[in-house]
């Protein structure tokens, strides 16, 4: 296995499948991952299994077919990474 321990991994499509399988070992690496989708009810599932099993993860809703929300995202998600750093 590779150690991931201080990184961040942003996963699209993690909400379900094969993404959520990524989810799933990208934080048994040591990563905090960010799970993007939109699928709200499996999101948080995913997140809330990797939290529970001792891990990092925070869900955000997110359509990366929209720029907008894109945009959105990456300036919410570097105010929050500030936290994580400190």
């Excluded at 699209?12 to 939109?38: E, N």
Aim: overall charge negative; glycine content about 10%; hydrophobic content about 50%.
């Amino acid at each position: 296995m590779f150690d991931l321990k201080g990184k961040t991994a942003i996963v699209t499509g993690g909400a379900k499948g094969i993404g959520a399988s990524i989810c799933m070992v990208l934080a048994r690496a040591g990563a905090h991952v960010a799970i993007l989708d939109i699928d709200d009810d499996h999101g948080f599932q995913v997140a809330e299994q990797i939290t529970s099993d001792g891990f990092q993860a925070t869900y955000y809703h997110c359509n990366i077919a929209e720029e907008a929300e894109v945009l959105v995202f990456f300036k919410m998600f570097l105010l929050s990474t500030i936290a994580w750093i400190f």
